[in-house]
């Protein structure tokens, strides 16, 4: 460690080393403390400049950075900027010759390497953490590290067991980085990994620059619609977020017909990844339509338009992947289609992934103290296989069963129903969180920022968002008021005057006429962008119990508003905005019609019939062939012998339903190990080149 290094000294290696001339803004205060030995969270957006941060400490300190990455596409990129600046940098994953991952070691013990990445499921194998500690690193980088807590967007299993290896690993200073941490992930992610004295720097999540608009457009129409808006020169080079990889598929196939466009999912071969990846980043490629697999490492700077044509999971997920757009300082714009159909279909992803308690507790009562093999529990509740998987694996995780690496399990602890309870409620509320932020009646930009917790800078409106500036919308176009509606809206501001505010329920009642829950929400987005009013949340206690609700209460400019004034408010749904909106006929939130939105709802149901159990039962009853049964059993000893190796249940490594599934299809490359369910992005980068070794065995 190099505790004297002074400012200057800090200044050389930043402009030596790294090339620059100064620091960026929150950057240096951050580098001094961790120089210095103190443990540090940082929470800084998406091209803030965060791995500045751990990587002149690193360099500065001297000895050897380890530093976790959640995936490989990640780490690679790190690698390489490293490297090109003619620093000394292993790495080990799954993804790497074992000779390669092999010489790393060497290369660390012997001291020769400024960092070290790794997979955090490297820890779990035997010995590894025990090599580490021969030689202990300088500096420890959790990249990512919002995985860590069970509260985050992208929770991470390996992530969560890091804690338990930092111990024998220190005097080291660990350094946590992520671009998405609301205060209770910030609060998790401290606690898991023992860093009761952190230094907290939380910082930087106002984008001046990114001009954000939610559009309600019905699925039909969001592909015509993406392809108009990138038909402009000005809006590329942009990402399209598609919810699926079919879409992906679909969406890039159709904007080839607009400009050089790709689609980049898990369900690529790796090699076909890395050459969308190194297209879009040379120019060649002027769009990309992904999944949430594309992302994470990407640092392109001049990133106009990032859309999303399906509604997120996360409001920290998509504050996330916003932020890829305008890294470079110009101005740029971030646009989210939703309607009906994809709240529906989150709410069914919800019920597939938690499953109701009371399946849980069938399986829990089936379980012994004695081990037994999970085949027979199964049997004996009689539950399909993939319910069962699931039950199963949230049991593991919430201690409620304990399974060997053969998938022998036995029951656990009784304690586990309130965990499993708070998670499924948190998830749902993640989900009411982005609705809310959809339905929002205040500054786009503001909301994320106080979502992350800066309350000061969140009241603070930024200009430019559909909200603040409603005339420079694309994707919904304004029109001035009817005279019906100027009607409507003067009766809102009078039913509001000289109160305190008023429920929304309440308001539409007293309002009547016919006035939908869903009209009414329109009509207050209008007054709210004119400063007439705001919603917000409020509450009151009822028998003990605390009770939310949103209430609507005029501001003093409202309040000044008299019968003969002139109102020059905009309503959605005009022309005033894009062509392209002319052009398709895009309706705004008020405009919907019933059979539009029948059509949203049978997307909805749509989507859900994709995943019914009469589809995996089919799939399920696919006999497998003799030389399928033997690939089987193969897959079933790989899988037992990575379970050992990890410490780990087997079915937490794959699934008996995607083992058929293999073995069925016997892939023989990672496209096509891809397409089979249940093998995500993380399982093709964890185990895809292994599972083929075995198939092609």
């Keep these: 460690m190099q505790a004297g290094l002074g400012a200057s000294s800090l200044d050389d290696v930043l402009r030596s080393v790294f090339g620059f001339g100064s620091f960026r803004a929150n950057q240096e205060a951050v580098c001094r403390a961790v120089v210095g030995g ?57 993804g790497l010759d074992r000779a390669v991952s092999r010489q790393a070691c060497v290369d660390y013990l012997a001291g020769t390497l400024q960092f070290l990445f790794i997979a955090p499921e490297r820890l779990r194998v035997p010995g590894f953490p025990e090599l580490l500690a021969k030689r202990k690193p300088s500096l420890i980088a959790i990249d990512e590290a919002h995985c860590i807590s069970q509260w985050g967007h992208d929770f991470r299993p390996d992530y969560r067991m890091l804690g338990q290896y930092l111990p024998a690993l220190r005097p080291a200073p660990v350094i946590a980085l992520t671009a998405t941490a609301t205060p209770a992930v910030q609060r998790d992610i401290v606690a898991q990994l023992g860093m009761a004295q952190a230094q907290k720097f939380i910082h930087g999540f106002r984008r001046e620059n990114l001009a954000i608009e939610v559009a309600e457009v019905a699925m039909p129409l969001r592909l015509e619609m993406v392809c108009e808006l990138l038909s402009r020169r000005e809006m590329r ?192 509320e993640q989900i009411g969180l982005v609705q809310r932020y959809v339905d929002g009646h205040e500054c786009r930009m503001a909301a994320l920022v106080m979502h992350f917790g800066d309350g000061a800078d969140g009241r603070v409106r930024c200009g430019v968002c559909d909200f603040c500036n409603p005339t420079g919308t694309l994707a919904t176009p ?20 000289n109160s305190t505010g008023k429920s929304l329920s309440r308001l539409a009642s007293e309002l009547g006429g016919g006035i939908t829950r869903k009209d009414l929400d329109v009509y207050l987005a209008a007054l709210a962008r004119a400063e007439l009013l705001v919603v917000e949340d409020a509450e009151w206690v009822k028998d003990g119990e605390t009770i939310l609700f949103r209430k609507a209460s005029l501001t003093e400019q409202g309040e000044r508003v008299e019968p003969g004034d002139d109102l020059e408010i905009l309503m959605p749904g005009g022309s005033s905005g894009a062509a392209t909106q002319t052009k398709l006929k895009v309706p705004g939130s008020n405009q919907q019609t019933t059979s539009q939105r029948a059509g949203n709802q049978r997307g909805g149901k749509v989507a859900r019939s994709g995943s019914s159990k009469d589809s995996r039962s089919a799939a399920q009853a696919v006999e497998l062939s003799a030389s399928g049964l033997e690939l089987e059993k193969a897959l079933k000893e790989w899988r037992g012998e990575v379970a050992k190796r990890l410490r780990i249940p087997a079915f937490m490594v794959l699934h008996d339903r995607t083992l058929r599934g293999i073995a069925e299809a016997a892939p023989r490359n990672l496209a096509a190990l891809g397409a089979v369910a249940g093998m995500g992005p993380a399982k093709t980068d964890k185990y895809g080149e292994e599972i083929l070794a075995v198939c092609r065995g």
């Excluded at 490989?72 to 490297?83: G, R």
């Excluded at 001035?480 to 809102?492: D, K, V």
């Design 478 to 497: 304004m029109r001035p008021m009817t005279r019906g509606e100027e009607h409507t809206l003067r009766g809102i501001l009078d039913a509001l005057r």
């Design 38 to 94: 103190a443990d540090a969270l940082l929470v800084m957006p998406t091209g803030a400049g965060k791995s500045l941060c751990y990587q002149l400490p690193a360099v500065a300190r001297g000895g050897t950075a380890l530093v976790v990455s959640p995936l490989i596409a990640l780490m690679e990129d790190q690698v390489a900027k490293l490297e090109s600046l003619g620093l000394a940098v292993g790495r080990i994953h799954s």
């Design 237 to 428: 080079p942009a990402i399209v977020y598609a919810p699926s990889r079919k879409r992906a598929e679909e969406l890039a196939l159709r904007l080839r017909e607009v400009c050089p466009a790709a689609a980049y999912h898990a369900g690529m071969a790796a090699e076909m990844r890395d050459e969308v990846h190194r297209e879009f980043q040379a120019g060649r490629l002027e769009c990309v339509v992904a999944t949430i697999a594309f992302g994470m490492g990407i640092d392109k700077a001049d990133v106009r338009t990032v859309i999303h044509v399906a509604l997120p999971a996360t409001v920290e997920g998509y504050y996330q992947e916003i932020g890829r757009a305008g890294r470079d300082g110009a101005m740029s714009r971030a646009i989210l289609m939703h309607s009906y159909a994809d709240q529906r279909q989150h709410e069914f992803f919800l019920t597939r992934d938690y499953p109701p308690a009371d399946s849980l507790e069938r399986v829990y009562r089936a379980l012994t103290v004695e081990a037994q093999p999970m085949d027979e529990i199964r049997a004996r509740v009689e539950m399909e296989e993939e319910d069962f998987s699931r039950a199963m694996e949230k049991l593991y995780i919430h201690g409620g069963a304990e399974v060997d690496f053969g998938d022998n399990a036995r029951r656990g602890s009784d304690g586990w129903k309130k965990p499993y309870a708070r998670q499924t409620e948190y998830r749902r």
